[in-house]
């Protein structure tokens, strides 16, 4: 990171580390309604950071959009950095030899995603694409040594964050080898709409993604998956719409995410 940047972060923070306690107990400021860094707050990461300190953190790490479409890194082009998703969702996907693809994970605005093997993430192998306009910072590896590691409770945030999602691409991989289809698709269904924001002006929650965007998570073909979704809407589970699936029955999707007869 640049001296600019870094007496920017000392200027924002009054002087301290952008994470400094004492900044945080003399100044705990709220984020307005315009304030432009607010979207952060959402990122578990910086839970407890103040405005001026989110405001450091922009600084140092201004986000960059990236289309829908278009590969935020890839195996051709890897990036040996920390990302976090400010809005917008990324599909994070591996290629198997025979071209199929299979999606890891849908992430949600406030993930953070990345090659960092300085906090034990590696996504070398991947892929991650938008899969609608995105907003995304990134933090180099000095960045993170230097503003994250030191700072003992992001430390444990990382590192809590990156147990869970092992333990998720662990339940995954167990899913693919010993369960049907209906069920993975049941659980996965849940999965997202447990991860889906609230919809506007009290409308319900949907799951945005298309019948090939989720067969690529269940590791399945589009007109496999689109057999068991269809199976679902014709039992009432969930709702289809363009793009768009509600779920109805959740107690009995959930009945057939503990399925085991193939």
């Known amino acids: 990171?640049?001296?600019?940047?870094?007496?920017?972060?000392?200027?924002?923070?009054?002087?301290?580390?952008?994470?400094?306690?004492?900044?945080?107990?003399?100044?705990?400021?709220?984020?307005?309604p315009d304030d432009p860094f607010n979207c952060l707050d959402e990122v578990e990461l910086f839970a407890d950071l103040t405005a001026e300190?989110?405001?450091?953190?922009?600084?140092?790490?201004?986000?960059?959009?990236?289309?829908r479409g278009e590969l935020v890194f890839s195996q051709a082009q890897p990036v040996t950095a920390l990302f976090i998703l400010?809005?917008?969702?990324?599909?994070?996907?591996?290629v198997a030899e025979?071209?199929?693809a299979l999606t890891m994970a849908i992430l949600e605005p406030g993930a953070v995603f990345g090659e960092m093997l300085l906090v034990g993430q590696r996504m070398y192998d991947n892929y991650a694409e938008a899969i609608e306009d995105s907003d995304v910072c990134q933090l180099g590896v000095e960045d993170v040594e230097r503003y994250l590691?030191?700072?003992?409770?992001?430390a444990i945030r990382i590192s809590r964050l990156l147990g869970e999602q092992v333990a998720r691409l662990e339940e995954r991989l167990t899913d693919l080898a010993l369960r049907p289809l209906s069920a993975r698709a049941a659980s996965i269904l849940l999965s997202l709409d447990a991860a889906a924001p609230s919809?506007?002006?009290?409308?319900?929650?949907?799951?945005?993604?298309?019948?090939?965007q989720i067969a690529g998570l269940l590791g399945a073909t589009r007109e496999a998956t689109s057999k068991a979704l269809a199976d679902f809407a014709a039992k009432g589970f969930i709702r289809q719409g363009r793009g768009r699936i509600t779920i109805q029955n959740p107690a009995a999707l959930r009945a057939a995410a503990g399925s085991t007869v193939l």
Do not use: C, Y
């Open 1 to 32: 990171m640049s001296d600019n940047w870094e007496k920017g972060l000392e200027a924002a923070a009054g002087g301290l580390q952008p994470w400094s306690p004492r900044q945080r107990e003399q100044d705990p400021l709220t984020a307005g």
């Open 53 to 67: 300190e989110v405001a450091a953190m922009h600084m140092m790490a201004p986000g960059r959009v990236f289309r």
């Open 86 to 94: 400010k809005s917008g969702r990324i599909r994070i996907f591996r």
């Open 98 to 100: 025979d071209g199929k």
């Open 149 to 154: 590691i030191s700072d003992p409770r992001i």
């Open 199 to 212: 919809g506007r002006f009290g409308q319900g929650k949907s799951i945005r993604l298309t019948h090939e």
